[in-house]
């Protein structure tokens, strides 16, 4: 398979969601989310100095986005305000990162664990409800990085970037997670962003590797597909959700590639649409 380009021009690209005919992302070194439809057209939704990464909307349609350096998650209404959502720093050893939204509107945000240039420490999930209310949730976690919930809103999936492997937790009511097992381990594979589809496959950008992968519960990849950039994320979109939308960039540092502007948005179409969140 080969992949399409889609848009170039990416300082660092993360965070990929599809909504309403349009590719989101949140882009670092740009410091803005923007939108892509699928002839490339590319739009600036909002500025983030603090630079954004996962996003998700609330039930209403409001957005929620990380922002990285000052450890918070914020919210942007409709009418493009901007607001603090909630204030994560007491739970965040590190910049925070990506996350997955409920359909309720709970929200799963990772964060590095500690800081760019300090030695590696575990991270905790901050679990952040619909009223912005942030608790603790699991810890313990080797740099958690992409999430996804399952259709039926009771699972949970998460990448843990240092640890090669995914993890899973069931959902309780309350939107705590509970039972983490393992749902995947990845061996030399280093999970980053990733998606889920109908089959129960999770989709998975390695940023270690050049490549993504699809993995199924117990670790068997079932379809690998090499690149020339680094994939950080993936989303599964279009309208049949078919179309397996790829993040990439050369590396995910500041400067170089990034002042380059050597980041792209990829697309390869797959078998099995997309299913669940993002």
């Known amino acids: 398979m080969e992949t399409e380009i889609v848009l170039t021009g990416l300082a660092f690209g993360e965070g990929p969601r599809w909504r309403d005919g349009h590719l989101w992302f949140s882009d670092f070194y740009r410091h803005g989310i923007f939108r892509v439809d699928e002839s490339g057209n590319e739009e600036l ?146 999970p980053d962003g990733i998606c889920l589809d109908a089959d129960g496959g999770v989709w998975v950008g390695d940023p270690a590797n050049h490549s993504v992968f699809r993995v199924i519960e117990g670790g068997e990849v079932t379809d690998h597909l090499d690149l020339e950039l680094n994939c950080y994320a993936c989303m599964l979109g279009g309208q049949d959700r078919k179309t397996l939308y790829l993040v990439t960039a050369p590396t995910s540092g500041r400067g170089g590639a990034a002042d380059r502007r050597e980041g792209r948005i990829e697309r390869v179409r797959v078998e099995i649409p997309g299913a669940g969140t993002p």
């Open 45 to 190: 939704v909002l500025e983030v100095p603090t630079q954004p990464s996962g996003l998700g909307w609330l039930p209403d349609g409001d957005l929620l986005f990380v922002s990285m350096l000052d450890r918070s998650l914020k919210r942007m209404n409709g009418s493009g305000d901007v607001f603090l959502h909630a204030d994560l720093s007491d739970i965040a050893g590190g910049p925070c990162n990506d996350m997955v939204v409920s359909t309720d509107g709970t929200a799963y945000v990772g964060n590095f664990g500690f800081e760019e240039g300090q030695k590696f420490a575990q991270a905790t999930l901050a679990v952040v409800g619909p009223d912005g209310e942030a608790r603790k949730g699991p810890d313990g976690l080797d740099f958690p990085n992409g999430t996804v919930i399952n259709p039926e809103g009771d699972r949970l999936i998460i990448a843990e970037s240092y640890g090669s492997r995914l993890l899973s937790f069931d959902i309780a009511e309350d939107g705590s997670l509970t039972g983490r097992q393992l749902f995947a381990d990845l061996g030399s594979r280093v």
